[in-house]
């Protein structure tokens, strides 16, 4: 971890990097503090001194315009830093196209990023391109649920067939959102993503969490 500029040597940083969304923010399972302490663990295991961890509160995954985000590429940039650790990949980014972009600039950097809940560690081939598989399923699948329910919801409409209430879903839609249930993510956070992916409801409308709650509450009953 150490670098030498001008002839004196650099201490490089072992970073944590924790996210939240507004609704996520009282979920004990993604909570800011739940993810700092499983990287503060993590370090300890590998006897590493964790430096530093970054917070990002109330912001989204969707971009990387957000204070903590760019704070820790200007440490990455300036060559600040060593490692790079976060407890899940969508706290960093949920863009393909933006982890592409943060992969190529640690990897410039000789910056390893690793993330806890994927076992992954991007310091090798293997890993850098497990992360970016990862992130371009997870984008796939959201889109994939997207097309089926709207192509779904207009084959009906143009049969003219009308129903007074949620019949038929997508079991990749269903497997999705248990799966995310399960990591800790908000019934309210997965209402918002579904109408941000233009996913509608079964009647056609738009997703509340409620709705989502009812769903997941009926399928469990």
């Known amino acids: 971890n150490r670098d030498t500029t001008k002839g004196r040597p650099t ?8 996210r939240v969304s507004t609704s996520e923010q009282a979920i004990d399972g993604v909570s800011l ?11 300890d295991v590998k006897d590493w001194t964790l430096d530093e961890v970054i917070r990002d509160e109330g912001e989204s995954a969707k971009s990387l315009n957000r204070p903590g985000v760019a ?10 830093v060593a490692t790079v650790i976060v407890y899940k990949l969508d706290r960093l980014t949920s863009s393909v ?3 592409d972009r943060l992969v190529k600039l640690f990897d410039k950097k000789g910056v390893a990023l690793v993330s806890l809940q994927e076992s992954l560690d991007a310091t090798t081939a293997t890993g ?8 371009s399923v997870s984008q796939w699948e959201r889109e994939v649920i997207a097309e089926r329910t709207k192509d779904a919801m207009q084959e009906l409409k143009a049969e003219g067939k009308v129903y007074s209430r949620p019949r038929i879903f997508d079991p990749a839609l269903i497997n999705w959102l248990i799966a995310e249930r399960q990591i800790g993510r908000s019934y309210g956070v997965l209402a918002r993503e579904l109408n941000d992916r ?15 709650r009812q769903l997941l509450n009926r399928l469990a009953a």
């Open 128 to 135: 850098r391109l497990m992360m970016n598989l990862l992130a």
């Open 71 to 80: 704070r820790l590429v200007e440490m990455v940039e300036t060559g600040q």
């Open 97 to 99: 196209s933006d982890l």
């Open 11 to 18: 201490v490089k940083k072992t970073i944590g990097y924790t």
């Open 33 to 43: 503090d739940m993810q700092a302490r499983k990287i503060a663990s993590y370090c």
């Open 198 to 212: 233009q996913v509608p409801t079964v009647r056609g409308g738009t997703w509340g969490e409620s709705t989502v």
